[in-house]
């Protein structure tokens, strides 16, 4: 059972485009993820107290968020980062860049117009996909038992 992290932009279906077409192949992977609801991210560090100043209340959430995500990195066997053309995914690059520093493959995501702004980030990547369903063919390829 391979282990794919899927992280970054949470705006668009793209995860489950790749999690249904992993299922409609019966590939045997186990999918994980960031939170993918906005609110419930930011939110994530309420627990620890109330903050006056929205800094310290995105200072606490992003590092119970980077406490997930540590995790869930670490633990996954191929992660795809995806990029998307609306906003900027910082979280993504930081992702990359982490699974770069362990030495954990990854796939990027994204369109052809981002080549040159994501060009160190997909220099370490161990693939270039365009759409959900390319990363479905590299998933399938790489859990063959061929």
Not at 44 to 54: F, K, N, R
Request: glycine residues 6%; contains cysteine; negative net charge.
């Amino acid at each position: 059972m391979l282990t794919v992290y899927l992280s970054g932009e949470i705006h668009t279906d793209w995860r489950q485009q790749i999690m249904h077409g992993a299922a409609a192949l019966d590939l045997p992977i186990t999918f994980t993820s960031a939170v993918t609801d906005h609110e419930t991210s930011d939110a994530a560090g309420d627990v620890l107290g109330q903050e006056s100043q929205p800094f310290w209340r995105d200072h606490k959430s992003a590092k119970v968020n980077a406490i997930r995500t540590k995790t869930l990195l670490e633990k996954c066997d191929v992660a795809v980062i995806r990029f998307g053309d609306k906003y900027k995914q910082w979280n993504a690059a930081f992702d990359a860049g982490y699974c770069a520093a362990l030495g954990k493959p990854y796939i990027t995501l994204h369109a052809e117009d981002l080549i040159h702004p994501l060009k160190e980030v997909d220099g370490s990547a161990m693939a270039w996909a365009q759409t959900a369903e390319q990363v479905v063919e590299v998933l399938k390829y790489i859990t063959s038992k061929q």
